[in-house]
Structures are given as structure tokens and as C-alpha cells.
């Protein structure tokens, strides 16, 4: 028998199984915890709870590690393609050379998107977030592609996993063209899935499009950066979404509403944001002291994280990616200056140090995206991108799982006990 853990409460004890991972911390299991004890658990934002078994991506937040299927994100970052850590994060395992060039033929091969679901987007208002054009529209894909939506035919969810892979480039690019008022540039498969997405984003019809290599090779290293990060708040709710029977295009839409927030994915454009309203190096201190202080609703975007106490590896390998860049456009910016100042300021200040904060991934995004010509409402578009393989390896990591059940949390009841109706006119 392996190691048990033993609860006590009042005059009830239980044993649990502690389970181990192949690295990591245990975990209790207390599957059985309410048929033994007639008690829950309270865990309110699952900061102690393994909510699933998973063996695509670890994460050490006091080491700063992070691993996809075992390889460091460092190492896929300098030398791999986000099309090779796609295929790790779907498939177990790197591709042989034959197996990436069939993936990449694969994946080119679904890139257009229904030819009515363009359509759609001139149902929106010219000024809506893109990421309520990629609710809508991503959502809206399950009402195109039926021959895939049948998630118990293993053929399907490897189908819709490609599409949605392959479709949301054309559908984030076309988010951004109809905000501006410029045509949808059809994809091009005779380039790399980056490359087609920078073309169909920054491309006009009446011209070719110029790649600049050291923009994609960015681009591509930021897709890779925001693939996967195990049971993060949009890639649980893709999972809890799915695992009611939901089919996958519902389920990443759902994943993209989760994204969208300032605490998860709109972090980037907040923090660029706030770099902006800091603007100058001596105004630092004054933010500094705002987002010490408990009164004051100011956090430092970009900075702390639910899992990473040290680091982030995401931040160290993005900060080398502004310097490539900005030196590659030969783009002076001087908020590079002022993030540079402010993440030394916050790392030698005590209320950081003690919080154990540091910059997140986000920190240095936003002065990327923005030299290469996004506008801050396009930064959560492209984590979710990117994120979109993380979300159907996962997705599809659940539902091949034998043991799978409907995610059904129970609560901690504080509201009023039962009481009878009082009729309007004796109240
Ligand atoms: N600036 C100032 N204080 C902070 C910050 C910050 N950025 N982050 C956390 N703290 C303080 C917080 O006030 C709390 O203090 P106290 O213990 O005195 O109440 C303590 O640190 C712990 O914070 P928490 O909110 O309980 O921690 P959490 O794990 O629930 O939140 C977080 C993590 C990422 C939501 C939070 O650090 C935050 O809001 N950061 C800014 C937003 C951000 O950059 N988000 C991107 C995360 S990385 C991308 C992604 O995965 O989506």
C-alpha cells in the first residue's frame, strides 16, 4: 500500500491515498471524501487542488520551471517552431522530420475558414474588442463543421483539433482587418503558419507582403511562449466546458470568454497600458508606492503570478525577444527603458520581494507586440492564438480519459435556511 494521509474532524477520521505524480507534489485523494465523512473540501480559486490528472506541461512556480511533455521551455523557445511544439503538446512526443512535414501540410490544409462565417464579422460593431469578435466567431464554428463535432469518434477530435489549430490565424487576422476597415487577405500556404498570419494580418491585397524574418522567428517564439500552462483559469474552464459532452469549438470560445480578463490573458494589454500612463522612469517610484498600497486598486500588470514565486521562465526569454526586435525594426522605444527600471525598482523593493513577485510573461509582451504593430486590443487575441493548442490538447487529454467525469464542484452554503413564502401584499 503507498503513503495515506489521515483526516481527523471531530470524532471521524478517514484515510485517503496520496498519489504521486512522476514529479512534483502529491496529491491526496479525496474523491471519497464526501460518501466517507459527509464532508467537502473548501477551496475557493483551486489553490490547493489538483483538479485533474495531466501529463502535458509541469510547472515548478518556486524553481520558475516550466516543461511541455518534459522538454524546457527555454529550450523550445531558442531552437524549436510553434508548429513542432503543437505537435509535441498534441502528440506526446517531437515529430520525426516525415511526421512534421505531414503535420504542417496538415495543419496549411484547413487554414480558410467557411466562406458564409466571413460574414459574420459584419454583424459587429467597427469598435468592438476583437476579443468579442473571437467569442462570437470562434463559437460560431460549431455551427459550420458538423462532420466534427461527434467527440466519442477519436477521428473528429483530431479533425477539429487541426481546424481550430489552423483556423484561428484567418479568424484573429480577420478580427483585426475588419476593425480597421481593410479587406480579409485569404491565407498562404506556401508560408509558415506565423508567416501566413503576419501576412493575412499586416498584408494588403494591392501589394506583396515583405516577412521580416526576425518578426516571425519573434512572433513564432511568442505563439510557443503561450502554448500551454497546465490548469491555468481558461484552459479549467475549456476542461469544465468539455466535460459536460460540449463540443470542441463551444469549448474553446468558452476558453477565449475566460481569457479575456485582466487577471489572465488581458494582463498584456494592461500592462502595456500601464507602462504608457507611467510613461517616464521618475514617475516609477510614485507607482510603485500605489501598488503597495492596500487602499489603492493599482497592481503592477505584468508582474506576480498564482503559480511562478520566482521568475518567470516565460519573462527571461521574452526580455531577450524585445532587445532582437526592437534592434531587428530599429524602433527606439523608450518604454523598454521604463520597463527595464520598473522591474529592477519592484525586484529590490521589500513588498515584492516578501509577495514573491516577479515579472510574468506579459511584462515585456506588449513592447513587442507593439513594435511589431499591433494595437494593445490585438495582444489578448494572439495569447489566445496560441494558447488555442494547449486548450484542445488538453480538451482532448480529458475526454480520452477513461476516469473523465462532468466537472461539478459543490459549496460552502452560507445563504438563508429554508423559510416559507411570504405573498407580495403582506410584505
Ligand atoms: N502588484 C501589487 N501587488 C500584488 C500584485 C501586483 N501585480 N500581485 C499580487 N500582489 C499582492 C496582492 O495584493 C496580495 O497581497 P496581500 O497578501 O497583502 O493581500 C499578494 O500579492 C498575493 O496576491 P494574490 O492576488 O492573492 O495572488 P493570486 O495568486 O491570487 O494572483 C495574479 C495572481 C496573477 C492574479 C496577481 O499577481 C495579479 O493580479 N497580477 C497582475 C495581473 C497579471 O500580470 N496577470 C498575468 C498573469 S501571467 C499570464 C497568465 O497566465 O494569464
Not at 523550445?76 to 510553434?82: I, N, Y
Not at 480577420?174 to 476593425?179: G, T
Not at 463551444?250 to 475566460?258: D, E, F, K, V
Not at 532582437?324 to 523593493?349: C, G, S
Request: a negative charge; one cysteine or more.
Amino acid at each position: 500500500m503507498g503513503d495515506q494521509a489521515k483526516l481527523s474532524a471531530g470524532d471521524q477520521t478517514a484515510d485517503f491515498a496520496v498519489l504521486k505524480g512522476s514529479v512534483g507534489p502529491d496529491v491526496v485523494d479525496i474523491r471519497k471524501l464526501y460518501a466517507d465523512t459527509g464532508m467537502f473540501t473548501f477551496d475557493p480559486g483551486f489553490t490547493s487542488t489538483a483538479s485533474c490528472e495531466s501529463a502535458l506541461t509541469y510547472i515548478d512556480g518556486e524553481e520558475g520551471v516550466l516543461l511541455h511533455r518534459g522538454y524546457p521551455i527555454g529550450q523550445l523557445a531558442e531552437s524549436s517552431s510553434f508548429m513542432e511544439v503543437s505537435y509535441l503538446l498534441l502528440n506526446g512526443e517531437l515529430p520525426s522530420q516525415q511526421e512534421m512535414t505531414d503535420f504542417n501540410y496538415t495543419i496549411s490544409r484547413h487554414t480558410m475558414v467557411h466562406e458564409q462565417l466571413l460574414q459574420f464579422y459584419k454583424g459587429f460593431r467597427r469598435d468592438a474588442h476583437p476579443m468579442a469578435v473571437m467569442c462570437g466567431v470562434v463559437g460560431a464554428l460549431s455551427a459550420f463543421y458538423h462532420d466534427s463535432t461527434d467527440i466519442s469518434d477519436p477521428e473528429h477530435r483530431r479533425i477539429s483539433s487541426h481546424r481550430l489549430i489552423a483556423k484561428m490565424p484567418t479568424i484573429a487576422a480577420a478580427a483585426y482587418k475588419f476593425a480597421i476597415g481593410q479587406p480579409f487577405l485569404y491565407p498562404d500556404n506556401s508560408l509558415s503558419y506565423t508567416g501566413n498570419f503576419l501576412r493575412m494580418t499586416f498584408g494588403v491585397p494591392a501589394e506583396e507582403y515583405e516577412l521580416h524574418p526576425a518578426v516571425e522567428r519573434a512572433m513564432d517564439r511568442i505563439f510557443i511562449l503561450h502554448a500551454d500552462h497546465e490548469q491555468n483559469a481558461s484552459t479549467s474552464t475549456v476542461r469544465l466546458a468539455g466535460s459536460s459532452g460540449a463540443n470542441p469549438f463551444a469549448c474553446i470560445a468558452a476558453g477565449i470568454a475566460c481569457l479575456w480578463g485582466p487577471a489572465h490573458g488581458g494582463a498584456n494589454e494592461a500592462a502595456l497600458n500601464m507602462l504608457r500612463e507611467i510613461g517616464t522612469p521618475d514617475k516609477i517610484p510614485h507607482y510603485i508606492e500605489r501598488a503597495k498600497d492596500k487602499d489603492d486598486p493599482f497592481r503592477l500588470m505584468g508582474f506576480g503570478h498564482r503559480v511562478y514565486k520566482n521568475y518567470d521562465p516565460r519573462a527571461t526569454v521574452m526580455q531577450s525577444t524585445v532587445r532582437e526586435v526592437l534592434d531587428a525594426l530599429k524602433v527606439d522605444d523608450p518604454l523598454f527603458e521604463t520597463a527595464l527600471q520598473l522591474e529592477e525598482i519592484a525586484l529590490n523593493d521589500d513588498y515584492f520581494a516578501e509577495k514573491k513577485l516577479f515579472p510574468n510573461v506579459d511584462f515585456y509582451s506588449g513592447i513587442i507586440l507593439s513594435a511589431i504593430g499591433f494595437p494593445t486590443t490585438m495582444f489578448t487575441v494572439l495569447f489566445a492564438l496560441a494558447r488555442t493548442v494547449g486548450w484542445v490538447a488538453q480538451w482532448n487529454e480529458m475526454i480520452s480519459d477513461p476516469g473523465q467525469k462532468i466537472g461539478r464542484p459543490r459549496q460552502l452554503y452560507t445563504g438563508p435556511v429554508q423559510r416559507d413564502y411570504v405573498p407580495l401584499e403582506k410584505r
